[in-house]
């Protein structure tokens, strides 16, 4: 099928960390033409920092095939409503944005409840739900987001889960189907193989030899267990802190943001806090480490997850350890599983004495090519025409579209 024109209305900003969303536009902008609309920021935040004056610009071309709308307000509001109301305003603007690049006919992909504010008035040809996290989980109105979501699910064309029990929560016969999280392959064959489109041999050998060591990890012991990756509140601190304890021996590094309980926790040495790293060197860091590790805490984020570092992982030939969340549990033997520290002690032991095995390297690595964007890319188009060959797109505010 002829790669139609893509307008995806964003929760993230286009230049913050790399997920979902911004890994398929940039794939659907190779050969087709994406409107990236971004949430909200407030004005005083835009004003106070110099890199975020783009915003006052409006419209702006991030790269060829793509193009960003910001959305800068007076403020802010956390609630469902608030944005919904945000964005029954700003509706004229994204179809101004719309008639100026003259898309036709769109695929719209909306990733949050309050896009429902946008169905059936942009001219769309289909309109995708794509759920990646569960959205009452930090809503203040609950009710209110949980009805937004219904109507959205009911709106939309096709409905996508990134998790499986995202997308059974979501389950319309028919139309409901689950689109995982990938590695992106092409970024970490560049930066450790020197060549997006370097096979699994020479991206194995790139891995025997991955370059330079990061400053950070020239003078830290050994072995390295790593988390890369933004810890927020979902991260099991208390795990990490029995762990690091109990095997002084380690060091673990945390690559990424972090959120108060671990900023605020008094670690041993053995733990460093690296901080945020750009994409473009995050896998040199990745590639360092000789086990790698995901301490999701029970919970909505632990039901409902499905982390592109995981994946990420793999794709370096890493072992890993995860708690057995359904996402870790989906991959097999894959990533190991363990619910208390000591289990994740055991675990790691068991990981370092696979880390160097050729075999195990390559079964990790292959698994990585095998679940990358652009096959995730493809499998979102694969959808689309199965669902536009067998029914019509519903029905819209004044009729079809």
């Known amino acids: 099928m002829v790669l139609p024109d893509m307008i995806c209305l964003s929760p993230n900003h286009w230049t913050g960390?790399?997920?979902?969303?911004?890994?398929?536009?940039?794939?659907?902008?190779?050969?087709?033409?994406?409107?990236?609309?971004?949430?909200?920021?407030d004005l005083l935040s835009v004003l106070g920092r110099r890199r975020r004056w783009v915003k006052l610009a409006g419209l702006r071309q991030a790269k060829e095939g793509l193009w960003v709308l910001p959305a800068v307000s007076m403020s802010t509001h956390g609630t469902t409503k608030w944005r919904r109301r945000f964005h029954a305003r700003r509706l004229d603007t994204v179809r101004r944005s719309v008639e100026q690049l003259a898309l036709t006919r769109p695929v719209v992909w909306a990733f949050a409840p309050e896009h429902i504010e946008y169905a059936?008035?942009?001219g769309e040809s289909f309109l995708i739900y794509y759920v990646t996290d569960e959205p009452t989980s930090l809503a203040r109105d609950r009710e209110e987001t949980r009805a937004a979501d219904r109507s959205l699910v009911e709106r939309a064309d096709l409905v996508l889960g990134l998790s499986a029990n995202l997308a059974e929560a979501r389950r319309v016969p028919g139309?409901?189907?689950r689109l995982r999280s990938a590695a992106d392959r092409r970024h970490y064959a560049m930066v450790l193989a020197g060549n997006e489109e370097a096979d699994v041999d020479s991206f194995i050998r790139a891995l025997e030899s991955p370059g330079p060591v990061p400053s950070e990890l020239r003078s830290v012991g050994c072995p390295l267990v790593l988390f890369g990756g933004a810890a927020y509140d979902w991260f099991d601190a208390g795990l990490l802190l029995e762990l690091s304890r109990a095997r002084p021996q380690w060091t673990f590094a945390l690559v990424g943001p972090r959120g108060r309980e671990l900023r605020t926790m008094a670690f041993p040495p053995n733990v460093i806090s690296i901080g945020r790293k750009s994409y473009e060197d995050f896998p040199r860091y990745v590639a360092q480490a000789d086990v790698t590790f995901m301490p999701v805490r029970p919970g909505e984020t632990y039901d409902n997850c499905d982390p592109i570092i995981l994946y990420e992982y793999l794709l370096c030939g890493k072992p890993v350890v995860a708690t057995?969340?359904?996402?870790?549990?989906?991959?097999?033997?894959?990533?190991?599983?363990?619910?208390?520290?000591?289990?994740?002690?055991?675990e790691i032991e068991a990981g370092l004495e696979e880390a160097r095995d050729p075999a195990w390297v390559r079964k990790r690595v292959e698994y990585g090519f095998a679940n990358t964007w652009e096959e995730r890319a493809a499998e979102s188009l694969r959808f689309i025409s199965e669902l536009t060959e067998d029914v019509e797109p519903a029905s819209r505010e004044g009729g079809r579209v």
């Open 120 to 122: 059936g008035k942009l």
């Open 17 to 41: 960390l790399s997920t979902s969303k911004k890994h398929l536009m940039q794939i659907f902008s190779e050969d087709g033409r994406v409107l990236f609309c971004e949430p909200p920021i």
């Open 324 to 346: 057995p969340f359904p996402s870790a549990v989906e991959h097999g033997e894959l990533v190991r599983t363990a619910a208390d520290a000591m289990g994740f002690a055991r």
């Open 175 to 177: 139309k409901t189907r």
